[in-house]
């Protein structure tokens, strides 16, 4: 799909979907100011249970809708600076799926979280193929696919088999801070492999290429800076939650 990410249109379909009456919740949340102090947070989402700690509204929406920090906009200074901890569960083991949506309306509920899907004009990259052609390779075996992410020797490694290319637009948007537009065109299951310095000091050393040369020599697709039509959420409206 020239110029959408797929990924994006999964989270706005989301977006409409739970704002729909009947869906599903948890049995049990907890959603508390954290005024420690501390700087670190994080998230885990698994089935029935969604635990955050020392995390903003704008970090757990980034959580509970799987998108990137690029692609949310809007929302007063206290979305971003003011941090909260939730501990929510369920007795039944939904799917990551149904729990992500529960996650939703438990936002929607304690924060009076309101967003809406829109496209702006925005400062993005645009994932194209080389000039010489793309080195992927097309898989049309039967069968699952399967990725591979992680930092192994001052690189971040992306191994894939039987995946769409656009398994590597959130990645690279996480990289980057900006969003992505794929322009390569490529439909269809590939194998593919890519690595790139895992900081900045690799780069300016030699020891590991740039995401943009990583890109253009291991996998024939060139990454350029441009303006363009993307696909956000934008947060129409956020309180503050009373303690429980």
């Not at 690029?70 to 200074?77: A, E, I, N, W, Y």
């Not at 690595?195 to 590991?208: E, F, I, T």
């Amino acid at each position: 799909m020239s110029g959408k990410v797929a990924a994006c249109w999964l989270v706005l379909g989301i977006v409409g979907y739970a704002q729909a009456p009947g869906r599903p919740t948890f049995d049990v949340a907890s959603v508390k100011s954290n005024r420690s102090g501390a700087r670190g947070g994080g998230a885990a989402i698994r089935p029935g249970r969604f635990d955050a700690t020392n995390l903003t509204l704008r970090q757990l929406i980034i959580q509970a809708y799987g998108i990137p920090d690029s692609r949310l906009v809007g929302g007063d200074s206290w979305t971003t600076n003011e941090r909260f901890d939730v501990a929510a569960r369920t007795e039944q083991a939904p799917s990551r799926p149904a729990t992500l949506l529960m996650a939703q309306h438990l936002l929607e509920d304690r924060f009076q979280l309101r967003l809406r899907s829109e496209t702006r004009i925005v400062p993005a990259y645009t994932l194209s193929v080389s000039k010489n052609g793309a080195k992927i390779k097309a898989n049309t075996k039967e069968g699952q696919g399967d990725m591979s992410q992680g930092t192994v020797g001052g690189r971040f490694r992306v191994s894939a088999r039987r995946m769409p290319l656009s398994v590597l637009v959130p990645l690279l948007e996480k990289e980057l801070g900006q969003p992505v537009r794929d322009e390569t065109r490529l439909d269809g299951l590939f194998d593919f492999e890519v690595q790139w310095a895992s900081d900045l000091s690799r780069v300016r050393d030699g020891s590991a290429p740039s995401v943009f040369s990583a890109l253009q020599e291991q996998l024939g697709l060139r990454l350029e800076s441009t303006r363009g039509p993307v696909d956000v959420l934008v947060i129409d409206r956020a309180e503050k939650p009373s303690e429980n």
